[in-house]
C-alpha cells in the first residue's frame, strides 16, 4: 500500500477552522483517500472519501492536490468533539481490497 | 451509533485461556471485519468475511481465528493467550465485500490477560 504522512499532532480552537494535511507522494492511479478518525475510547469512525475531485459531506470537506500527491481534511468549525486521532489512508481496491491500513494519524486538540 | 455491536465491552483472562469475541454488524451489512489496536503496532487488520466466507487475511496468528455464521454474526476466537494478546479488537462491517464502501466500527472488546 502507498504510505501516507500526517504530523503527530494539531492544535485548534473551538468554533475555527481546521486543516489537516496529508502527504502520499506514491500515491497510484487507483488509490482512493480516505479519512477516519478516531475518538477516545470509541472505534475508527469514517469521515469522508475522494479520487480526484474535492469533496463535501455533513462531517468536514476534502480538498485534494491536483497531482494527488496530497490532500486535506477541512474541519469548518472545531467543536470540543471533534478531539480524536484522525487517520489519512490509501486503498487501493484492485490491489488490497477492502482492508485499511492504519498509521500513526494526527492527534487533534481542540481548545475551548 | 454505528449500528456494529461488540460483546463482551471488556474480557480479562490469564494466559494460556481461550476466548471467543462476537461482533453483529450492521444492518444489511454483509462484509465483516476484525482489527487489533495494541500500543505498539496501532490498528490492525486481522481478518476478512464476506457473506460467511473468509475474504483476506492480514497479520492474524495461527491461534486465532474467525468465522462468520448464516446470520452474518461474527466470532473471533482467539486460543493460547499470551500477554501481548493484551489489546482493543475492533469488529467493523461494511455493505459489500469489496470496493470502497465506508466500514463502521464497534465499539471494541478490551482483552486484558493477566
Known amino acids: 500500500d502507498a504510505k501516507t504522512t500526517q504530523p503527530n499532532s494539531m492544535e485548534s480552537n473551538e468554533e475555527e477552522p481546521v486543516h489537516l494535511p496529508c502527504n502520499h507522494s506514491t500515491i497510484s492511479g487507483t488509490d482512493y483517500i480516505h479519512w477516519y478518525r478516531q475518538l477516545p475510547s470509541q472505534g475508527p469512525e469514517y469521515v469522508i472519501h475522494g479520487l480526484t475531485s474535492n469533496v463535501n459531506n455533513r462531517m468536514a470537506s476534502l480538498a485534494i492536490a491536483e497531482d494527488r500527491k496530497s490532500s486535506t481534511l477541512i474541519l469548518h468549525r472545531a467543536t470540543l468533539r471533534d478531539a480524536a486521532v484522525y487517520y489519512c489512508i490509501l486503498r487501493d481496491v484492485i490491489t488490497s481490497g477492502s482492508r485499511l491500513t492504519f498509521g500513526e494519524g494526527t492527534q487533534l486538540t481542540v481548545n475551548p | 451509533d454505528s449500528g456494529v455491536t461488540q460483546t463482551p465491552k471488556h474480557l480479562i483472562t490469564a494466559t494460556g485461556q481461550r476466548v471467543t469475541l462476537r461482533c453483529s454488524p450492521r444492518s444489511g451489512d454483509l462484509s465483516v471485519y476484525w482489527y487489533q489496536q495494541s500500543l505498539d503496532q496501532g490498528l490492525q487488520f486481522l481478518i476478512q468475511y464476506y457473506n460467511g466466507e473468509e475474504r483476506a487475511k492480514g497479520n492474524i496468528l495461527e491461534r486465532f481465528s474467525a468465522q462468520q455464521f448464516p446470520d452474518l454474526h461474527s466470532e473471533l476466537n482467539l486460543s493460547s493467550l499470551e500477554l501481548g494478546d493484551s489489546a482493543l479488537y475492533f469488529c467493523?462491517?461494511?455493505?459489500?465485500?469489496?470496493?470502497?464502501?465506508?466500514?463502521?466500527f464497534g465499539d471494541g472488546t478490551r482483552l486484558s490477560i493477566l
Open positions: 467493523a462491517s461494511s455493505v459489500g465485500g469489496q470496493g470502497n464502501q465506508p466500514q463502521h
